[in-house]
């Protein structure tokens, strides 16, 4: 009987290791580079240029439900990134911008009366996302993925100067309350098809490191270049790139020229121009979002990416100028 309980011990601690060894290895595979790649990044949602995902976002009332299950049902964070205490009810209506205060009021010649004066919080003036979230690319499935590790309600508002006028000429940011991540089984569709563009620089709010640009656009130029099957242009996304419009689009140029091969004598010869990758200046993420509203777990399906290429070129006067150009976009199957 001994026997039996230790081969069925063995064959669960073995079953437990492989469990395990296959989670780290998902978690791990990052074609990107050996390392996670970290990224910050904050989303405007409610003035966003994209009306489409605008749209689906503002439809399913995603901030306000983040803020209302942060106000009444969910446990969620101070805002400081080491800070591990609950944030309370009353300092998250503080952070909306509610306040309470008294003041006499002259209800007739020399009458005064003790008056509360109440400012309901702003929850309209919620109008974007900052998310901290690790990513990871796998080549050979040509898969995408955003583990989000924690994110956080964004109000923007104008504000008071010293005479008590609102400045509308510059808005402040502030963060409400932040959400630790965590996985969960239950979630709801509440966005689709999300365009956000991010590009690589090392400046908030889009803040990156670990990932090697090159080689994620070397990547995304090769696939394109070599596939036939899901590659769009951006803004009619039904209508497939050929194999041309693809070259073209990332700069791979082909050209023929005479060489003089011996004295007078001339031969034809091709140059492939190859992409220069410096020029890939950053991607749009074509995303479904989700959420469980009971924990407020976030996730994001990564369905599309669309490389985005700076162009420098020359005008009439003689005069350089930039201009940036979404090139193709690749549709993800995920699977």
Do not use: H
């Amino acid at each position: 009987m001994r026997v039996i309980y230790l081969v069925i011990f063995a064959s669960i601690i073995m079953y437990s290791c492989k469990q395990n060894i296959e989670k780290t290895e998902t978690i791990q595979k990052n074609d990107l580079l050996s390392n996670n790649v970290s990224v910050k990044q904050y989303i405007n949602i409610a003035n966003n240029e994209n009306a489409d995902w605008v749209k689906s976002a503002i439809d399913n009332k995603l901030l306000q439900t983040i803020i209302n299950l942060g106000l009444t049902k969910v446990k969620v964070y101070n805002t400081e990134e080491t800070d591990t205490n609950f944030i309370s009810i009353e300092e998250i209506n503080t952070l909306l911008g509610k306040q309470i205060d008294s003041a006499q009021i002259e209800v007739k010649t020399n009458v005064f009366v003790d008056t509360v004066i109440e400012v309901k919080p702003k929850i309209e003036e919620v109008e974007g996302l900052f998310f901290k979230e690790n990513w990871y690319f796998d080549a050979t499935k040509f898969k995408f993925t955003k583990e989000i590790t924690e994110y956080l309600p964004v109000r923007e508002y104008y504000k008071t100067n010293y005479k008590g006028q609102i400045d509308t000429n510059t808005k402040a940011k502030k963060l409400i309350f932040r959400v630790v991540n965590k996985p969960s089984k239950n979630y709801t569709l509440v966005a689709e098809n999300i365009a956000t563009p991010f590009y690589f620089n090392t400046q908030e709010p889009n803040f990156i490191t670990g990932l090697d640009k090159n080689k994620f656009a070397k990547y995304l130029i090769d696939y394109a270049l070599n596939t036939k099957n899901n590659v769009y242009n951006y803004y009619e996304q039904k209508t497939k790139l050929t194999s041309e419009q693809v070259k073209e689009s990332v700069g791979a140029t082909t050209e023929t020229i005479q060489m003089e091969v011996k004295p007078n004598v001339y031969q034809d010869a091709v140059i492939e121009n190859t992409p220069e990758l410096s020029e890939f200046i950053g991607v749009i993420f074509i995303e479904n979002w989700y959420i469980d509203k009971e924990t407020l777990s976030f996730k994001k399906e990564v369905v599309g990416i669309a490389p985005i290429r700076n162009l420098i070129s020359i005008d009439e006067n003689n005069e350089t100028f930039e201009r940036k150009k979404i090139t193709y976009l690749i549709k993800l199957t995920n699977k």
